[in-house]
């Protein structure tokens, strides 16, 4: 069967997702619409979990939820075993509604409320992400019987960009402290010290990031700052977090290095460099978000209607917006897209699909190749799972999709879709 971005396309011409054509998903539950496959989330974690582990090293895959978050996705991570990174209450507050096991939870954030942190320790989250030393005096004044794991949040000075990496020499980031810094020592001593379990180190150097030497350059660091702290303090940096930022493939000119192969490169490299170096590291980790759920998402919208301008750029009005797809509008995104109803067609048209917001930055793609494109036919956009329903928001009163799962024969809402009454309910 032919396919597109790895779905099946049926007889009829239409996409699939599942066993499910896109034209009756969008009959039975409308648009604008978030499908989420649940078949590749999942296999996509039995990858990274299979990808990401070594005889000679304790290994943890952490999801994080900033990319996708709900009940639902709680639960899927629980089934399979990762653990989660949550950066607010918000995050927290789902997957403990979800009955995820606080012990697998790690809460970031480089500026955690007094409330966040008291809830923290209520539900007993099994570890905090320190950022910096006022976070946490705020945290061991807090603290008065449950004491969670700590890591510190590093700055390696290793920024990764999409196609590279570079070394600041300036570090000023607002995420953590400088590896640089001899603060950054006194304060790993005093957390040394107080009742809390010092277990390490946490860095992330940036998403979307496409080179294995950023990775290897920044999981060196890492090591090497665990050396200095244990030759200048005697202390052990049990875990090192390397964080997220695995880069997908969104378009065709996206090169993307084979993950499987950049996690054993990575882990090659780390066990290397800590027997080199006779260190005490027993476990690494990783925070993957966008590379668990982005190409297991899909967003369907129905073309209301089109336009040719005075200029002749052919614009496709679609029903949803950058309320539903921030990522055009706010980094220049690229995303491919189908006709779903009907995928295969000469394409002899370029368009623009622009979305129903007031702003003329709200664009879903720029000039895409498409067959002739109707009143009513079904766009797909693709690779849609991270930061789209997560980044969503109500900008012109719009109202928030519905977000599907997909597996197979099954199809269910795992998110309703909003109404009327969601967006005055808070209004008074
Ligand atoms: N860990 C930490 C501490 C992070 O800050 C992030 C992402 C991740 C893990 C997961 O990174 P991933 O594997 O998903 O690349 N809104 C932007 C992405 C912001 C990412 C922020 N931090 C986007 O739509 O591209």
Same mark, same amino acid.
């Given at each position: 069967?032919?396919?597109?971005?790895?779905?099946?396309?049926?007889?009829?011409?239409?996409?699939?997702?599942?066993?499910?054509?896109?034209?009756?998903?969008?009959?039975?539950?409308?648009?604008?619409?978030?499908?989420?496959?649940?078949?590749?989330?999942?296999?996509?974690?039995? #990858?990274?979990?299979?990808?990401?582990?070594?005889?000679?090293?304790?290994?943890?895959?952490?999801?994080?939820?900033?990319?996708?978050?709900?009940?639902?996705?709680?639960?899927?991570?629980?089934?399979?075993?990762?653990?989660?990174?949550?950066?607010?209450?918000?995050?927290?507050?789902?997957?403990?509604?979800?009955?995820?096991?606080?012990?697998?939870?790690?809460?970031?954030?480089?500026?955690?409320?007094?409330?966040?942190?008291?809830?923290?320790?209520?539900?007993?989250?099994?570890?905090?992400?320190?950022?910096?030393?006022?976070?946490?005096?705020?945290?061991?004044?807090?603290?008065? #019987?449950?004491?969670?794991?700590?890591?510190?949040?590093? #700055?390696?000075?290793?920024?990764?960009?999409?196609?590279?990496?570079?070394?600041?020499?300036?570090?000023?980031?607002?995420?953590?402290?400088?590896?640089?810094?001899?603060?950054?020592?006194? +304060?790993?001593?005093?957390?040394?010290?107080?009742? =809390?379990?010092?277990?390490?180190?946490?860095?992330?150097?940036?998403?979307?990031?496409?080179?294995?030497?950023?990775?290897?350059?920044?999981?060196?660091?890492?090591?090497?700052?665990?050396?200095?702290?244990?030759?200048?303090?005697?202390?052990?940096?049990?875990?090192?977090?390397?964080?997220?930022? =695995?880069?997908?493939?969104?378009?065709?000119?996206?090169?993307?290095?084979?993950?499987?192969?950049?996690?054993?490169?990575?882990?090659?490299?780390?066990?290397?460099?800590?027997?080199?170096?006779?260190?005490?590291?027993?476990?690494?980790?990783?925070?993957?978000?966008?590379?668990?759920?982005?190409?297991?998402?899909?967003?369907?919208?129905?073309?209301?209607?089109?336009?040719?301008?005075?200029?002749?750029?052919?614009?496709? =009005?679609?029903?949803?917006?950058?309320?539903?797809?921030?990522?055009?509008?706010?980094?220049?995104?690229?995303?491919?897209?189908?006709?779903?109803?009907?995928?295969?067609?000469?394409?002899?048209?370029?368009?623009?699909?622009?979305?129903?917001?007031?702003?003329?930055?709200?664009?879903?793609?720029?000039?895409?190749?498409?067959?002739?494109?109707?009143?009513?036919?079904?766009?797909?956009?693709?690779?849609?799972?991270?930061?789209?329903?997560?980044?969503?928001? #109500?900008?012109?009163? +719009?109202?928030?999709?519905?977000?599907?799962?997909?597996?197979?024969?099954?199809?269910?809402?795992?998110?309703?879709?909003?109404? +009327?009454?969601?967006?005055?309910?808070?209004?008074?």
């Amino acid at each position: 069967m032919e396919k597109v971005h790895n779905y099946n396309i049926n007889e009829s011409n239409e996409l699939m997702i599942g066993n499910f054509s896109a034209k009756n998903l969008v009959e039975t539950y409308q648009t604008p619409l978030y499908v989420m496959d649940e078949h590749r989330i999942v296999e996509n974690m039995k #990858n990274m979990k299979q990808s990401f582990s070594q005889q000679s090293l304790k290994t943890e895959v952490i999801f994080a939820g900033k990319a996708f978050l709900t009940k639902a996705m709680v639960k899927l991570i629980k089934e399979n075993n990762l653990s989660l990174d949550v950066v607010s209450i918000g995050e927290l507050y789902t997957a403990i509604s979800a009955g995820f096991d606080p012990k697998n939870i790690y809460f970031h954030g480089n500026n955690k409320t007094e409330e966040e942190i008291v809830y923290a320790l209520n539900v007993e989250v099994g570890t905090i992400i320190i950022d910096h030393k006022d976070e946490f005096e705020l945290l061991s004044s807090l603290a008065t #019987n449950y004491y969670p794991h700590l890591l510190l949040r590093i #700055n390696t000075g290793v920024e990764a960009h999409t196609h590279e990496y570079i070394k600041t020499t300036h570090h000023n980031s607002k995420f953590g402290v400088s590896a640089y810094d001899d603060k950054t020592l006194d +304060l790993i001593n005093m957390i040394n010290q107080s009742p =809390f379990d010092f277990m390490g180190i946490h860095a992330h150097i940036g998403s979307q990031i496409f080179e294995i030497s950023s990775f290897q350059q920044h999981t060196i660091e890492m090591i090497e700052f665990s050396y200095k702290v244990k030759q200048k303090l005697n202390v052990d940096i049990n875990y090192i977090n390397l964080g997220g930022g =695995f880069g997908i493939k969104y378009t065709d000119e996206d090169r993307v290095p084979n993950i499987k192969e950049m996690l054993k490169e990575v882990l090659n490299t780390a066990d290397e460099h800590i027997k080199k170096l006779n260190l005490n590291i027993k476990k690494l980790m990783i925070e993957p978000g966008r590379s668990i759920v982005a190409d297991a998402g899909v967003t369907l919208y129905s073309v209301g209607s089109l336009k040719t301008t005075y200029g002749q750029k052919n614009y496709i =009005f679609v029903d949803g917006s950058m309320a539903d797809h921030m990522r055009t509008a706010l980094y220049q995104a690229k995303y491919e897209a189908v006709i779903a109803n009907r995928v295969n067609g000469e394409k002899n048209t370029i368009y623009t699909i622009a979305g129903k917001a007031c702003e003329s930055g709200d664009m879903i793609i720029h000039d895409i190749k498409l067959p002739e494109v109707k009143k009513n036919d079904i766009i797909a956009v693709f690779t849609t799972g991270a930061y789209h329903y997560s980044m969503a928001s #109500n900008y012109n009163r +719009l109202l928030k999709p519905a977000v599907i799962f997909v597996n197979q024969d099954k199809a269910r809402i795992v998110v309703k879709r909003e109404t +009327l009454k969601d967006l005055i309910r808070n209004d008074l």
